[in-house]
Antibody, heavy 122, light 107 residues
Framework: EVQILESGGDLVQPGGSLRLSCAGS????????MSWVRQAPGKGLEWVAG????????SHADSVKGRFAITRDNSNNMLFLQMNSLRAEDTAIYYC???????????????WGQGTLVTVSS | DIQMTQSPSSLSASVGERVTITCRAS??????LGWYQQKPGKAPELLIY???SLQSGVPSRFSGSGSGTDFSLIISGLQPEDFATYYC?????????FGQGTKLEIK
């Protein structure tokens, strides 16, 4: 069974840092692109960052560029999001999501994890 | 960035009805469009990819159409479990962008 499980969400002060983790199981992790998508309370979905299966390609939303960095460790089937210089507007549920198909960066996400909550507040 | 605009923002319908949700892209995205369903407190689920391809396990009452800038999600014969929020997403180019969502409520 394919499973995706996020962790690392917490309450952090403005200007602080946090590292989110995402564990994938039940599939050939290194062959699938992965992404982070966030959802502020009561709001819509916002794609944050994505990385190819091999880790040689990545992209970040303008709203987080220079502050957040997506990385992966294929030997341990893990995806990460390093979040620095956090702002109140980064408060959201952060979902980890797998591309629906292996072998490229297609961008349609299936499945998603259950999400982890990041709250940025003093 | 490519802007995705959904209409309507909310919709009331009855069980058994056919409903259509539309999504317009600010530029040509070919067929690089997907649709998701999200229920309260849950992660989104992929319904349609490549504008009209049904994701595995999704009921056939869901269908998608369109290309270029104009797309539609059609639900034929609403079921009680279909009342949720629906999002379109373009994957033609980075950054991937979502529509603002359409909340489908029971009439």
């Amino acid at each position: 069974e394919v499973q995706i499980l996020e962790s690392g969400g917490d309450l952090v002060q403005p200007g602080g840092s946090l590292r989110l983790s995402c564990a994938g199981s039940g599939f050939a992790f290194s062959t699938y692109a992965m992404s982070w998508v966030r959802q502020a309370p009561g709001k819509g979905l916002e794609w944050v960052a994505g990385m190819s299966g091999s880790g040689d390609r990545s992209s970040h939303a303008d709203s987080v560029k220079g502050r957040f960095a997506i990385t992966r460790d294929n030997s341990n089937n893990m995806l990460f999001l390093q979040m620095n210089s956090l702002r109140a507007e980064d408060t959201a549920i952060y979902y980890c999501a797998r591309d629906r198909a292996a072998g490229g960066m297609f961008g349609w996400f299936d499945p998603w994890g259950q999400g982890t909550l990041v709250t940025v507040s003093s | 960035d490519i802007q995705m605009t959904q209409s309507p923002s909310s919709l009331s319908a009855s069980v058994g009805e056919r409903v259509t949700i539309t999504c317009r892209a600010s530029q040509d995205i070919n067929i690089y469009l997907g649709w998701y369903q999200q229920k309260p407190g849950k992660a989104p689920e992929l319904l349609i990819y490549a504008a009209s391809s049904l994701q595995s396990g999704v009921p056939s009452r869901f269908s998608g159409s369109g290309s270029g800038t104009d797309f539609s999600l059609i639900i034929s014969g609403l079921q009680p479990e279909d009342f949720a929020t629906y999002y379109c997403q373009q994957v033609n180019s980075f950054p991937y962008t979502f529509g603002q969502g359409t909340k489908l409520e029971i009439k």
